[in-house]
């Protein structure tokens, strides 16, 4: 069960670190199906406590350049994946309304993520829904605590369309016109990397601060 486990982590981690070679099979293998496929993976990444592991901010710079090489449609993608981040995140905002407290003492959920989101939001209060975009794991997260802790909905919503909108944009369209710059486009491996790094940073940076105020 372990070794299943694992190893299911481990192709998640290939599949991130390579997504733009996986990407291309995609399209290759499915077509006009792969605007679908990449609605149903925002969607998931955004909407469900469970799938927090799957690609989001390297995804959407790769579906970016893709679509500016013509291989993709950059308004039909970008139309799904803004709708797929809003639906995703309220959709995630019920969840945690409806069945927040038996799901946050799932073995699927790691108690240590929700810890973390509960912090983010006492740090920055509403704009939470906003500022989590663009932090992975949270992202995932705080529509679902927002959920728990009973926040308004139409106060939600607001920001939940605001959050989705820069994120979606800023990611995908920075893919769109700098994706494929020469050394962009012969380096892409290098930059999911450095998106990665920098996605992650914020976090590490606080679990810093929070470990040296204990000493």
Not at 29 to 55: A, K, R
Not at 90 to 109: A, D, H, P
Not at 143 to 165: C, D, E, K, T, V
Request: hydrophobic fraction near 55%; charge should be positive.
């Amino acid at each position: 069960m372990l070794h299943g486990e694992f190893k299911m982590i481990l192709e998640m981690i290939n599949f991130v670190l390579h997504i733009d070679k996986y990407i291309e099979i995609i399209i290759n293998s499915f077509g006009m199906l792969t605007y679908l496929i990449m609605f149903i993976i925002i969607f998931c990444e955004t909407g469900l406590v469970f799938t927090p592991f799957l690609p989001g901010d390297s995804l959407l710079f790769v579906l970016g350049a893709f679509s500016a090489s013509g291989i993709l449609n950059i308004f039909l993608i970008y139309t799904l994946l803004l709708i797929a981040s809003i639906l995703g995140d309220s959709i995630n905002y019920v969840i945690g309304k409806l069945f927040g407290e038996k799901i946050s003492q799932s073995r699927w959920v790691k108690k240590e993520y929700l810890d973390k989101t509960r912090e983010f939001y006492k740090k920055y209060g509403g704009k939470t829904i906003i500022l989590a975009r663009f932090v992975p794991i949270v992202r995932t997260f705080a529509p679902f605590i927002a959920g728990i802790g009973n926040m308004r909905y139409n106060r939600f919503l607001s920001f939940n369309i605001l959050g989705g909108f820069l994120w979606v944009t800023i990611l995908l369209f920075a893919g769109y016109f700098f994706g494929n710059i020469p050394f962009i486009s012969n380096n892409l491996s290098l930059v999911i990397y450095i998106i990665i790094v920098l996605s992650v940073l914020p976090p590490i940076v606080e679990i810093i601060r929070a470990k040296l105020k204990v000493f």
